[in-house]
């Protein structure tokens, strides 16, 4: 069987949204661990010329950005199906992964748990409170559209386990240890919700490291 490698920061949300794909489906894989930074080096620029995390070899095939690696995985082994056969699930899958990509990673997720998380506890620096208060409006805006979206569905795409939730789960994870995303999401379904996909045995076995645990 060919060897699935997953390279990437540990910790890295997006990494970890592989890692919980591959722990569904049961597969086999082994982590190439990168040092926070070494994304930018020129050999791991030759895996990812963007040089973001993260990125997978599976035999002689490479593949970058998580949505194509999330449905690779989804395609390539057996196992519950990851995503949805019915149209307005699909749908409902593909806004919700949109909504990460596009808002709520790079607007709100990269600005208030790099600041709030990640910079203090990986590279010792002190959060940038004008940052974190200008990433606000879009912290609620998004965490309040996917709430209201969820609804009273079981998870992200209705009433099955899929994708959107395999990429949103660990982005919401650190935004709920952070004060500002705890405040937002009290009380709501979205809180309740990433209670229950925590305690799937993926999310249980993809935590981040004990630093970045401590410092969430
Ligand atoms: N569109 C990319 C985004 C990946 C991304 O931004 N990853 C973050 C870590 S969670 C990263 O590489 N950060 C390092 C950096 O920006 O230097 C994907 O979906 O894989």
């Known amino acids: 069987m060919s060897e699935f490698v997953v390279h990437g920061v540990p910790g890295s949300p997006f990494m970890r949204s592989v890692l919980v794909a591959?722990?569904?489906?049961?597969?086999?894989?082994?982590?190439?661990?990168?040092?926070?930074?070494?994304?930018?080096?020129?050999?791991?620029?030759?895996?990812?010329?963007?040089?973001?995390?993260?990125?997978?070899?599976?035999?002689?095939?490479?593949?970058?950005?998580?949505?194509?690696?999330?449905?690779?995985?989804?395609?390539?082994?057996?196992?519950?199906?990851?995503?949805?056969?019915?149209?307005?699930?699909?749908?409902?899958?593909?806004?919700?992964?949109?909504?990460?990509?596009?808002?709520?990673?790079?607007?709100?997720?990269?600005?208030?748990?790099?600041?709030?998380?990640?910079?203090?506890?990986?590279?010792?620096?002190?959060?940038?409170?004008?940052?974190?208060?200008?990433?606000?409006?879009?912290?609620?805006?998004?965490l309040g559209e996917l709430d209201r979206l969820l609804g009273d569905h079981a998870y992200l795409a209705g009433d099955d386990f899929s994708l959107a939730d395999v990429l949103l789960a660990p982005q919401i994870y650190y935004l709920a240890a952070t004060p500002e995303g705890a405040s937002i999401l009290e009380g709501t379904a979205l809180r309740a919700w990433l209670e229950r996909v925590g305690e799937r045995a993926s999310m249980q076995a993809t935590l981040p490291p004990q630093a970045l645990r401590k410092a969430a």
């Open 22 to 142: 591959l722990e569904e489906k049961q597969a086999p894989y082994r982590v190439e661990a990168l040092a926070p930074g070494a994304t930018r080096t020129p050999e791991y620029r030759r895996l990812h010329p963007f040089g973001r995390i993260p990125a997978i070899r599976h035999g002689d095939f490479h593949l970058y950005e998580t949505q194509a690696i999330l449905r690779y995985i989804d395609a390539t082994f057996a196992g519950r199906p990851l995503q949805p056969r019915e149209p307005e699930a699909i749908g409902r899958m593909n806004q919700v992964i949109g909504i990460n990509d596009w808002y709520l990673f790079p607007l709100v997720a990269r600005v208030i748990v790099f600041e709030r998380i990640v910079g203090p506890a990986l590279f010792g620096k002190t959060p940038d409170e004008a940052s974190i208060a200008a990433a606000l409006p879009d912290a609620r805006l998004c």
